[in-house]
């Protein structure tokens, strides 16, 4: 694994104590600011401390100080001291096809034994008529309201 070194210049250690000494910042922003400082071996070092020593006072992983060092390094300052974005691509089950099958079966008679349509129903009963392998019941909920259909206050309720 590859070691990163610390050596902050004076604005950024500026930058670094002020957010831990004042102002309102995200956890993470506060957590980098003590790791960082910690960990500076740049000339104007506040006091260097072991990773083990950081871990233990700020009940944090190992794993987590390499990785607030890593994106000091490769991103800078800003980087290290905001969220990284995901880069998980979700893929949407309900299309619009799916949708007016939904929209089609809570306008439809709800099964025996039940008054109206439930989120739960719907999804189980798309899933029944094999229109998609599996369905939340808050995907039909979600699906509904984009299309401003109620299932409390539909015809059928």
Not at 30 to 58: P, W
């Amino acid at each position: 694994m590859a070691k990163y070194r610390i050596k902050l210049t004076k604005d950024e250690v500026s930058e670094l104590t002020s957010i831990i000494k004042k102002g309102s910042h995200s956890t993470l922003a506060y957590r980098a600011a003590i790791v960082l400082l910690n960990c500076d071996e740049g000339e104007f070092c506040l006091g260097k401390s072991t990773h083990q020593h950081i871990s233990d006072v700020m009940k944090i992983g190992m794993r987590t100080i390499d990785r607030i060092k890593q994106r000091f390094v490769e991103g800078g300052l800003d980087c290290a001291l905001e969220r990284a974005e995901s880069t998980r691509i979700y893929e949407k089950k309900v299309d619009g096809d799916l949708e007016a099958k939904i929209v089609q079966l809570c306008c439809s008679e709800p099964p025996k034994g039940f008054a109206r349509w439930t989120c739960r129903l719907v999804a189980e009963k798309v899933v029944e008529l094999e229109y998609v392998d599996y369905l939340s019941h808050v995907s039909v909920h979600n699906t509904l309201k984009k299309t401003k259909l109620s299932l409390g206050k539909s015809k059928v309720g």
